[in-house]
């Protein structure tokens, strides 16, 4: 095959820089960048894509920053990259895939209704992956048991014995795969509880690890608020992370 001159090739280097320079392309480079994501019980990694776009402007190429608080920042940092045993990430997580989840356990319908309304308001905030409940098991990727702390732990072996019989509800992200639990029985009777549980830990496995004593009307509010929908910064932060 025969090379190329030199002088198209000059005219192509000239057309490229043209194009990457010019004020008014419509163009977005994308760049990539690795997320290592942090498994909060053993230090395995997960690997994502952030995407970061950058865009043309009369001023030459910019990142392309999100108008959030700097209120909205700090809870951020705070929830996301710290954990509530006490450990802290360089790096944010999240899925990269669609979130797919399986219940089972003493499913109550106002148990159900929950999760639907939950997973709905979910999916609403969040546009790169998408959040089901499935009817299979083998489909899952996501397994959410109502009950006993026995029962939990006999289902899923992999929590390692802990003592849940005193928690309202837990989480465990184990490589690809997340572990949720609510305490159907110490809740009792208290369906405001369980609810408000529910939606702390589905929401929480979703990489917002952290609780905080910061804003009472929080679903990450340590001292527990039983509330049952996210206020506008839990919404934030979680198009932070996800958007």
């Not at 000059?10 to 994308?30: A, E, G």
């Not at 920053?65 to 996301?80: G, R, T």
């Not at 397994?143 to 309202?168: A, C, K, M, N």
Request: with cysteine; net charge negative.
């Amino acid at each position: 095959m025969s090379k190329p001159s030199s002088g198209f090739l000059s005219i192509v280097i000239i057309l490229i820089i043209c194009f990457v320079m010019s004020p008014t392309s419509t163009k977005h480079r994308v760049l990539k960048s690795v997320e290592t994501l942090f498994n909060l019980e053993d230090g395995s990694l997960i690997n994502a894509y952030q995407t970061i776009k950058v865009n043309p402007s009369n001023t030459g190429s910019s990142v392309e920053v999100s108008n959030h608080s700097q209120e909205a920042k700090d809870y951020f940092k705070e929830i996301c990259l710290n954990s509530e045993n006490g450990e802290s990430f360089k790096n944010a997580s999240k899925w990269d895939k669609d979130v797919k989840i399986y219940v089972h356990g003493y499913c109550p319908d106002y148990m159900i209704t929950e999760l639907d309304d939950i997973v709905g308001e979910l999916n609403d905030l969040i546009d790169p992956i998408n959040i089901e409940v499935v009817s299979n098991k083998s489909e899952a990727n996501t397994f959410l048991f109502l009950g006993s702390d026995g029962g939990f732990q006999q289902e899923y072996p992999i929590v390692g014995g802990r003592d849940l019989s005193r928690t309202g509800g837990y989480f465990l992200v184990k490589s690809n795969k997340a572990y949720l639990y609510v305490n159907m029985v110490r809740t009792g009777n208290d369906t405001q509880a369980q609810r408000s549980i529910l939606r702390e830990e589905l929401t929480q496995s979703l990489g917002l690890y952290n609780d905080s004593w910061k804003y009472p009307n929080s679903i990450f509010y340590q001292g527990g608020n039983d509330v049952t929908e996210y206020s506008d910064l839990d919404k934030e932060i979680i198009q932070m992370l996800y958007n």
